[in-house]
Each structure stands twice: as structure tokens, then as C-alpha cells.
């Protein structure tokens, strides 16, 4: 049979993370690159005790970061304040303001929600690393701080490196412009971000786009994450029920 | 599907297998002709699921993409940077931008992809190529696998083959059962050099379809060559092979 | 490029300093106004040389881009996954897809690239940046960098700062000489949670140009605010400085 | 000054590397993505006691690898052939026919040049660790085989891993099909393959490519190695001297 991987829906989507999963959330912190409606799917689905991972926690709901101006921003909050999420692994968890806390702050306060700090590149080649079959590898980042207490370190070259593991989901929820039916992606902009290294260190990558095209719709050149890292696609609506328009 | 019947007659008294006949310093018989390398790749071609994605190491398992069943589609995978591709280009017809691992010219299809060598890897070794089919010098009882380096040489060629070994999810070999002067290639240990350790799910040759167990289980005879019987197939094998109680003739479609 | 005069009157009296002087609990005299921020991002801008790629932090760092002098053209980098940006976007014209490392929205030049977090680090950490300039709670008087982490919060964001820190060839401390209560925020050693250990090379404050000498061999200051010597610098600072014998006025052409 | 990367011609181009250089050159092995003009040029400039990194050490000249038929293959073996090679790092050293071997293989078989082979993939990770500051990762690939040999191995997941370290070089010799003037690039189909990572791991990197636009001229969603890893782009004519038309 011709590959297809569109799935009908947002609920058919995300109907199988189940209780206790990891999963990632795609995107840098602001409105483009996240999946906003898989975020709010998984909410109304209501699995709990989840992991999520993500550069941010949720950011944008108390700073307008990376949102225009007037549109009220749908983030990680979503999630955090239906009290799905027990572990945030982040590498900036908090919103930049002290006075304007996120959902997860106050939960993390609240002692509701474990916090893993990761550097920001750590994070992001502790995912390549899970996609590409890296068990571990040295860094330079983070070395003589606080956040390699634990962690064993090693010199090379006469400088301090850091072993760091590679990080696995069970899922992970990216965004992007246009898939085509095999699941090959293209991203638009610095919406890239996080999508493509969480795509291939997650057991089942779930694609939110807006659009779907047949094989040949995307110039072989230009695909930015090829579609054996994908395994279901779904295309978001221009507008929303209720004439919301996401940005 | 192309049925084992209608190759018969160009694959199995092929060119080649007569070639072998020739060089091959016999103290063994063959029961009945062996298959030919098409055969072979048909067999392989058999275990490929719909939406798997394959990658096709160089030799006969090369050949397996002739031979896909109708109503499955595959994504291929090349260690050259590509996903998804057509056939081999026509003769004269070939662009050096566009090669598989063997340097052999393809043709474009709809909905194919492009990337660099350290992102063809990293599907290998992630874990996203859910078969690879590979050439073999020699497959223990185990599973090991050695295909790259023959010690007579002294230097060897591993490309991309020790990748394949541990990174696909399902690992095939197809060669012939045994050497041109009839050494067995499936023993109870390697003596070439490995290209990886417990690897190798399936062994499909000219003679037998054998699988190999998990966790050092050993070897299972499952399909024979038209002609050939269990103790024809372990007289022509260096290692011990369970005959399965299903054992049948090899079947193509 | 703007001379020190010109800016003067806006940036060294401006809202800000006053604002800060309200807040402060003082007990050192201030000889001479402070710099504002954007004579500190002149200052730092200046330390940019043709062809170099920066990356630029959020707060003082943003505004250097404001400031490069005539005949320098560089090539910035942004954690948000480009290379090569134009200014801000105009108010009301911002693009979600186009934005950098602290969510402001940025207007497009010919000659960008794109490219995901996992490459946007490895460049970052690949020693690929030539220059970063960033913020700071404190730094020592061996380079080490303190941003990111205000244990009274209990809670911080490290973002990008500690690739940053030990990726970029050279680091470029932009900030406040002081913090609000007149604490030095350059310290013998750094109280607060480290960035990175002996990453910094120059710092530029409101009232200094100081050079962090390499392999521990501690501060040494090379400029002045206007009305500022050596004496009163060190007086609001929490680490010993050796004084250059060219120590000078800061000069911003 | 508006940056401008362009180097006048090929001579120019390799004029700095010295006598026991470490040279990575690009392509996999066939015409494509191989950068012929770069290495006659290094040939003619003549430094001797390189090491050269590559996916094959020249198995086109015997074997028409990835060479349309008619076409006299030019590969590594202009630098062999002129004895300025004592090291080579590859996974496809030698040709495929015993019979015909490559100027490699009789070069290592009189002892004059050394050889260290590494598998495809652990070579191509090596050159993006180098690239990506990352000193050594820990990988399957090769677990108990010869070429892990005197490696450190360690088990994660119950599974082994071998230690490899970063692979730099003093320089790369790429090709591309597109440059910008600041050294964004763009490949053609199967042309990539070892150009990007290579492009990242060496201290300066020179690609030889097709056309040379000003900034814009490529799509920035397009670029597949960003400016940022490029020092030198030198163009190739589509004719050369005698006529001779390259692939």
C-alpha cells in the first residue's frame, strides 16, 4: 500500500501516550515551532504523570515570548496546570520575570513537579545523541558548575569534558510547515529549533503541520527531517473552532 | 511477484553457479542444483514488510528490489545520503549526483530525501532502518558476522557494514552457502575478522533459509532448496542446525 | 559611528541611572555619572573585528548590534537557529518564525541560514563563534562567570549561557559595575552558582574596561568612565585590579 | 568591508597547506561531490607528509566508482602517485577488486603509507564531533571487533560501547554545487555525503563549487553547510584547460 502516515485527527494522534510517558514538546518557547494543538489535545486526552521535555516549560503564557502582540499564547501550561505534568526536563524552565511566575514554577514551588536543568546545547545533542544511537558523549559545557554535580568528568587535550547520556521519549510532539504523505518535513524560519533533533530520540514522533502534500511536493534538497524519523502527521487548521486563528 | 518457477530456468542453471562448478575443488555432492543469486534476493525480498525501511548492502542483496511483493512499499535507505529512490538509472543515463553505496547510478523518485553522511548514519545507528540485507564471508551459530576483511588481503574495505550490523533493527544475509571451494561459510565460530557480534537474525542462501536464534540459541534450519534435504544442507554447514519441525521447501510467494 | 559626546547627554543622565540611584543603598560615592547601557554596547562593539561571527545575549549584548562601527560587517549567530539577521522588526511586524534567542522578532537580510538547535549548539560549542557578548550576576577575578542562577530564587534559566561560555573564542562580559544596593558584582570569587569556569576575557561596566589576563593572572584595568580613576573603580570593586600604565578614558572610535 | 570569501583560483586556494598537514577530502568516491580541482592543485603545490581523511583513499581511478563510462577518473591517487601521502584515515580504502588495485593499496603493501580504517559511520561521527566541540562519544558501532581494539569499551543499557574520539583536521577540501559569498553552500543530491561534516571538522575549510552568488542567491532555508564553517570558496570552470569537461 502507499505510505501514508496522516493521521484523521489531533485526539486520534495523541490517543495512545500513555500514563507515565516522556514526552518531548517541540520549538524554542515561542509561538512558532510549537504544536499547539497536540499540546491541547493531550490535554483533553488526559494521560498523567507525564515527563515533558522542552527548551522552556511554558514561557510564553505570563511574557508574550516569541507571541505577537494581542494573542493570548497557548504553551506547555496547558498541560501543567490540567496537573498532568511530574518532571520538567528544561533549560529554561522559568519565565525571565520573578514577578510574573509560570505554571510551572508555581507547581514547582508547590513541590508538585520535579525539575531537571539542562543546558540548552546539552539538551539538544543529549536528543541527537538518542536519535543517532549515541549512548553518551564528553562536553565541554557545564564543567566545574553546579549542573555536572554527579556526572563523571574526564580531561582531553588537557581540558575538563563532561560524559552526558542521551535522552529518549516515548513520544514527541513537533511542529512544522508541510509534510509530505511519507513524512518527510520542512520547518519555516527559526520554527526549526527543537523539532528535528526531538524527532529522531523519540520512539513515535507525531507531526503537526500546515500542510500535507503528496511524495514530490517537497524538493528532496530542501527536507529538513527526513520521514523515516516520523510516524504520524497531522495538518492543523487555518482557523479554530470558535474563529480562533493561531499565529 | 515473479514465481520461483518462471526464474528457474535463466537463475538456477545460470552462468554463474556453472562458473562455480568449475573452480570448485569438490568432496562433497550437491543433491540438486542451487539457487540462483535472483532466487536468493526473491526469498530475501519475501521478509520486507509494507512502510519498512530497508537498506540493501552491495551484491545479490542489491538485487532484492526487483523482487518487492505487490502491495508493499518500501523506503530505502543509502549510506550515499538519500531516502527513497528508484531503480538503477538506464544505461548511459546515470547522474553522479545521485548513487547508492556502490556508486551505481539511480533514478529519482516522488518523495525522496537528501542528507549528509553523518545524518545517514545516524538513522543506521538510531536504530530507524528497520532491515538491512548484507553480503557475508562468513555467520556463526551466534549470529557474528563477518564480511569485511579477509585476512589474505591483509586490508579490508568496512564502509558502512559494521554500522548496518549493530544499528538495523533486523539484519539478513544472503550468500551463497558456501565458498567456491565448497568451505562452509555458516560455522560455530568466525575466523575472519568481525564486523559484529550476534547481529544476524536471518541467514537466506542458494541452499537454505536458516534463522538464527536469540541469545545464543543456536541455528534452525526452516526452508530447503527444491532437491536438498536437512543432512545435505548440515553436510554442506560448519555449524550444528536444528531442523524445524515446519521445515518446507523454499517458497517465494 | 556615534562618539561618546554625542551620546552623552541622552545615555549618561538617562532614566535608567537615575532610576538606579534610588534603589541603592549607599555607602560609596559615585565621583562621576555612570555610563548608560547603550555607551556600554558602543564600548563593546568596538571589540568587533570585519568578518567575525557574534552572538549577542539578551539585555545590554542585544543593543551592540546598534553600534558596530563603519566598515565592519559581521556575521551574527542566534541560538534560535540562524546565522546572519537583520535589525528588530518593526513594531506590529513581526514574523513567529523569525525570531531570536530572547523572542524578539527580527527582520529578514539576504544571506541567512537556517539550521536546528543541535547544530545551532554545535557551532557554539565547535569554537565556531568568535566572539559572544553577554550579562552577568558576577565575575571573578579569574574569568569565572556567574549568570544564571539567583539562589534566592531558587530557580533559574541557564538557556544557552554555559555553551556560550566555554564554546565562544572569546567572551565579553557586558553589564552594570554594581548591582543595585552598590554590591560589586566583579568579586575575588564568585558566590553565586557558576556559568563557566575561566571563560571571560573582557568585562565592560558603566564606569570600566577591565581585561581578565589569562591562566589566573587576575584584572587589570585598561579604561575609565569620565571623572573615574583608578582609585574610585577599585573602590567599587570586589576583586584586586592591576592598573595599565596606558589605562585611559574609554574611547568608542 | 562586505565579506566576500571568493579566492581567486585554485592554486591560491591550497597555497598554505604545509608538509605534514592533516587533509580531509570530500565526496564519498565517485565523480560527484569530490573536489577534483582542489586536489590537482594540491598535487601541483606539492606538500608533502599529509594524512589524508576521507571515505575512500581513490577507488575510482581503477574501478570507474561512481564515474560515467568514458571518463578518466580522477581521485586521491593524484596525491599518492605523487608521494605526498604517509597516512591515510578511510573506510573504503582500497578497491573492491583484489585485482585491481589502488594507488593506496601498492603504496601500503611497500610500507610507505600507513593506514588507520574506520567504519563509514564512526568516521563521518568523528568529524561532526570535531566539528560540534564534542571530545569523544561512546558507539556501537564496532563492539568487539578488531577496529575497537585497544579502545575503551563500556556497557550501557547492557549493551557495548566503544570510546571515539573527535577527528580534526588542519584542513578540509570540499565541493558544493552553490556558494554564497559568505560561504553558505548548497550540494546536489548524493553530493553531500561527507562535505558537511568534513566542513565543520577542520580548522580551515575550502570548497570547490559550481557558482559563486551574492547573499541571497540561496534560499536561507535551503543552505546545508551555514557560512559559518567556510573560509575559502574558489570556483571551478565548466571547462578546462585541454578542453577536458569534469562531471
Redesign the interface.
Same mark, same amino acid.
Given at each position: 500500500? #502507499?505510505?501514508d502516515k496522516t493521521v484523521n485527527n489531533f485526539a486520534e494522534a495523541v490517543s495512545d501516550i500513555s500514563d507515565g510517558s516522556v514526552v518531548m514538546i517541540g520549538g524554542f518557547g515561542g509561538a512558532g515551532g510549537m504544536p499547539h494543538l497536540l499540546m491541547l489535545a493531550l490535554r483533553d486526552q488526559g494521560s498523567r504523570n507525564l515527563t515533558i521535555v522542552g527548551n522552556t516549560a511554558g514561557i510564553a503564557a505570563p511574557t508574550g515570548f516569541g507571541w505577537p502582540e494581542g494573542v493570548e499564547p497557548i504553551d506547555h501550561a496547558v498541560l501543567i496546570e490540567n496537573g498532568q505534568v511530574t518532571k520538567v526536563i528544561a533549560s529554561f524552565p522559568v519565565s525571565g520575570s520573578v514577578s510574573r511566575p509560570n505554571a510551572f514554577e508555581t507547581g514547582f514551588r508547590a513541590g508538585e513537579i520535579e525539575l531537571e536543568v539542562v543546558p540548552q546545547g546539552t539538551l539538544a545533542e543529549r536528543m541527537?545523541a538518542?536519535?543517532? *544511537?549515541?549512548a553518551a558523549f564528553y562536553t565541554p559545557t557545564a564543567a566545574g558548575t553546579m549542573l555536572a554535580e554527579g556526572k563523571e568528568s574526564r580531561m582531553f587535550g588537557g581540558r575538563e569534558y563532561v560524559l552526558e547520556e542521551a535522552l529518549h521519549a516515548d513520544f514527541a510532539l513537533i511542529r512544522a510547515r508541510t509534510a509530505?504523505?511519507?513524512g518527510?518535513l520542512i520547518y519555516k524560519g527559526t520554527s526549526r529549533t527543537f523539532n528535528p533533533p526531538m524527532a529522531?530520540a523519540a520512539r513515535v514522533t507525531i507531526a503537526e503541520v500546515d500542510e500535507i502534500v503528496?511524495?514530490?511536493?517537497i524538493d528532496?534538497?530542501r527536507?529538513d527531517t #527526513? *520521514?523515516?524519523?516520523i510516524q504520524r502527521i497531522v495538518v492543523r487548521p487555518p482557523v479554530l473552532e470558535g474563529g480562533l486563528e493561531l499565529p | 511477484m515473479r514465481s520461483l518457477s518462471a526464474v528457474k530456468a535463466t537463475s538456477i542453471k545460470g552462468e554463474r553457479a556453472e562458473g562455480d562448478n568449475r573452480t570448485r575443488r569438490d568432496n562433497m555432492t550437491d543433491p540438486a542444483p542451487r539457487l540462483g543469486r535472483e532466487v536468493i534476493a526473491m526469498r530475501v525480498a519475501r521478509e520486507f514488510r509494507?512502510?519498512e525501511?530497508v537498506n540493501l548492502g552491495?551484491g545479490i542483496p542489491t538485487l532484492c528490489s526487483d523482487f518487492v511483493p505487490p502491495?508493499v512499499?518500501l523506503?530505502y535507505?543509502?549510506?550515499?545520503?538519500?531516502?527513497?529512490c528508484g531503480p538503477l538509472a538506464d544505461e548511459?543515463h546515470?547522474?553522479?549526483?545521485?548513487?547508492n553505496a556502490g556508486?551505481q547510478f539511480l533514478s #529519482?523518485?516522488?518523495?525522496?530525501?537528501?542528507?549528509?553522511?553523518?545524518?545517514?548514519?545516524?538513522?543506521?545507528?538510531?536504530?530507524?532502518?528497520d532491515v538491512t540485507a548484507l553480503g557475508a564471508l562468513q555467520v556463526s551459530e551466534t549470529g557474528d558476522l563477518a564480511n569485511w576483511?579477509l585476512p589474505a588481503?591483509?586490508?579490508?574495505?568496512?564502509?558502512?557494514?559494521?554500522?548496518l550490523a549493530?544499528?538495523a533493527k533486523r539484519v539478513i544475509v544472503a550468500m551463497e552457502h558456501n565458498g567456491r571451494d565448497k568451505t562452509p561459510k555458516i560455522v560455530s565460530e568466525c575466523s575472519f #575478522?568481525?564486523?559484529?557480534?550476534g547481529c544476524v537474525g536471518l541467514i537466506v542462501t542458494d541452499i537454505a533459509v536458516i534463522e538464527v536464534l536469540p541469545e545464543g540459541g543456536g541455528l534452525r534450519l526452516i526452508e530447503h532448496a527444491p532437491g536438498w534435504d536437512a543432512a545435505s544442507i548440515q553436510s554442506h554447514t560448519g555449524a550444528k542446525l536444528a531442523v524445524s519441525p515446519d521445515l518446507a521447501e523454499i517458497t517465494l510467494a
Open positions: 500500500m #502507499p505510505i541527537r538518542a536519535g543517532a *544511537g549515541i509530505d504523505t511519507l518527510n529522531a503528496e511524495p514530490g511536493g528532496p534538497e527536507v #527526513p *520521514g523515516i524519523y | 509494507d512502510g525501511v552491495i502491495g512499499q523506503m535507505h543509502s549510506e550515499s545520503g538519500l531516502l527513497n548511459g546515470g547522474d553522479v549526483d545521485l548513487i556508486g #529519482p523518485i516522488p518523495g525522496m530525501a537528501y542528507f549528509d553522511s553523518a545524518e545517514a548514519f545516524a538513522m543506521i545507528r538510531g536504530g530507524h532502518v576483511f588481503r591483509g586490508v579490508g574495505n568496512v564502509g558502512g557494514a559494521m554500522d549493530v544499528g #575478522p568481525l564486523t559484529g557480534q
